[in-house]
């Protein structure tokens, strides 16, 4: 029985590639349940299938959002040490008094 080498320099298929894949495939169905009336697929004729349709598009939506970021934490670490929206900073003024009240108190 004759073997075949097989290349050892086969593509490598790294996460990222794979994410931005599932990000395409997902959005590709998003935009295809939107033009699902071009097609003659309209509420009022298939009033079942276009709620679940429509469920189904809001949670590709859901998941094309994780995944992106996703991308952007693998892509960006540096966007890890970024605030938020809904993220608040201590007030530095309320810092500066503690840290001077401890040390009058001398616990540092």
């Given amino acids: 029985m ?3 080498d097989v290349a050892h320099n086969l593509p490598y298929d790294s996460k ?3 994410l931005k894949r599932r990000y395409q495939g997902l959005a590709r169905v998003a935009a295809a349940i939107n033009d699902l009336s071009i097609y003659g697929v309209f509420t009022s004729n298939y009033p079942n299938l276009t709620i679940v349709l429509e469920q189904a598009k809001d949670h590709c ?6 995944t992106k970021k996703e991308i952007a934490l693998i892509e960006d670490p540096q966007s890890n040490y970024d605030l938020n929206v809904d993220e608040d900073l201590p007030d530095a ?3 500066k008094g503690s840290l001077e009240k401890m040390r009058d108190e001398g616990i540092i």
Wanted: hydrophobic share 20%.
């Fill in 61 to 66: 939506k859901q998941i094309i959002k994780e």
């Fill in 16 to 18: 990222v590639q794979r």
């Fill in 2 to 4: 004759e073997t075949k």
């Fill in 93 to 95: 003024d309320e810092e």
